[in-house]
């Protein structure tokens, strides 16, 4: 069996939101949404900070859909739109998609972005990866783990992207991979450990 995740070192992540970018434009995301978002770990805003001048720590945690090994996503849609593929990722059907937003409350991570009206691009028309398809009003979206690309034997546009080599994408099944060796010789964690979930993205330090 093959099951794609990635794991990310936040002792490398410096916040400058190239992947969130990266991804953006490769997925051909509108305006005023992201797939991929670099939250500042004990604070509500962008870039902000824990504690109190002068002594202040800063700690980024880069953020999008977990694919799931147990989806909370995937119980509760009535469609099935939101479907595991046969690599391990949780994906969406967006002709199946009715926009009843239930996926997007089920998910513990809030990962997933609802398009409420009539997707603006800034330039005007479609860019980034040629087979990502066009999503509409009135369906969800998320981060798919860049499949059309990793379908075409290349990694997801946040990996190749990140200056600061933080990210690492792969099988999670086969011991030889960059990723299993990771998570084998790391402490990794998941986010929401407990929740049942059974992220297939780790973090470390």
């Not at 509760?76 to 690599?87: F, I, N, S």
């Not at 603006?120 to 087979?131: E, L, R, V």
């Not at 080599?165 to 099944?173: E, K």
């Amino acid at each position: 069996m093959t099951k794609l995740g990635m794991a990310i070192n936040l002792s490398r992540c410096v916040g400058c939101q190239t992947c969130a970018n990266a991804c953006k434009m490769s997925n051909n995301v509108p305006m005023g949404m992201l797939w991929n978002r670099v939250l500042t770990e004990g604070s509500d805003v962008l870039d902000g900070v824990q504690g109190a001048y002068p002594n202040v720590t800063r700690k980024w945690v880069p953020l999008a859909c977990q694919h799931c090994e147990n989806p909370a996503c995937q119980k509760v849609c009535p469609t099935g739109a939101t479907y595991k593929d046969e690599k391990g990722r949780v994906e969406i059907d967006y002709d199946k998609c009715i926009g009843c937003r239930f996926c997007m409350a089920a998910c513990p991570y809030n990962a997933r972005v609802f398009n409420w009206s009539e997707p603006d691009h800034d330039p005007d028309f479609q860019t980034g990866y040629s087979k990502v398809p066009v999503r509409l009003k009135g369906v969800m979206e998320k981060c798919s783990l860049c499949k059309e690309r990793c379908d075409d034997g290349e990694e997801p546009m946040c990996v190749v992207c990140c200056p600061a080599s933080a990210r690492v994408y792969g099988d999670l099944d086969d011991p030889d991979s960059e990723i299993s060796k990771i998570v084998a010789k790391q402490d990794v964690t998941v986010l929401l450990e407990g929740k049942g979930t059974r992220p297939q993205v780790k973090y470390w330090e």
